[in-house]
């Protein structure tokens, strides 16, 4: 009889050190080492110059973010997910690049909606106008519609979709296709997550004019309406 054998990882998702019961019995403790060793790939030997190497790949982003507004709705959902994604990349996990990225590119397509106004027979456009024009609110509409309503009211380019398209199609191949092989995958993690920064940029506006730091108009109404920024004691 012929005896076939098969490679396998033993616990693969257990964090050894941090077990209660395997720690206990392997009497071993957690460490900074260990617990980066766990984030990092299984199938590589903790290394401190691999995740420098991937932080400096992924940190080539064409255009940075260098200032974001204090205000917590952009932070959490626009600005620390960006963080956690190039966080993702610098320990291997390029999944969750790319996931994080098409969070932030949704999250930019309903704060365009919000900071644009829109309007409707000059009123502001309600949420049962969005229903009765796209058969749902914007916000619950699926990502390539509302990227699709934004470019049909002009309150995008064509640079900024075509941001939007690269994070939409990657994901789609990597989180939803099981036949979408990995061996380009940190290539297209580092294309989603500069499209993703680039978006977020181009939402907040970091322009340089006479010296001073200029956001986009629109997020300033919007940072107004928050009660974020008040006009007349910025111009003080």
Partial sequence: M???????????????????????????????????????????????????????????????????????????????????????????NYLATISLSGMVAEMVTMLLWEMALPEINDHPMTKDNEKKLFGSDFEKLGQE??????SGYDLISHKTLQHFETIRLTRKRYLHLWSQDHDRIANDAVKCYHAAVSLVVEAIGQDIRDGKLALNPKLLVYLERKGQYNPSESDE
């Avoid at 098969?6 to 941090?18: K, R």
């Avoid at 064409?62 to 993702?88: C, G, M, N, T």
């Fill in 2 to 92: 012929n005896s076939q054998s098969i490679s396998g990882w033993v616990n693969p998702l257990t964090f050894i050190e941090a077990d209660e019961i395997l720690s206990s019995l392997m009497k071993t403790r957690p460490t900074p080492e260990s617990m980066l060793q766990f984030l990092c790939p299984a199938d590589e030997l903790l290394d401190i110059e691999k995740i420098l190497a991937r932080y400096r790949e992924v940190n080539t982003e064409p255009v940075k973010l260098f200032l974001a507004p204090a205000e917590q709705r952009i932070w959490d959902k626009l600005v620390w997910p960006l963080r956690h994604a190039k966080a993702s990349f610098m320990v291997g």
């Fill in 145 to 150: 519609r509302r990227v699709s309503v934004l």
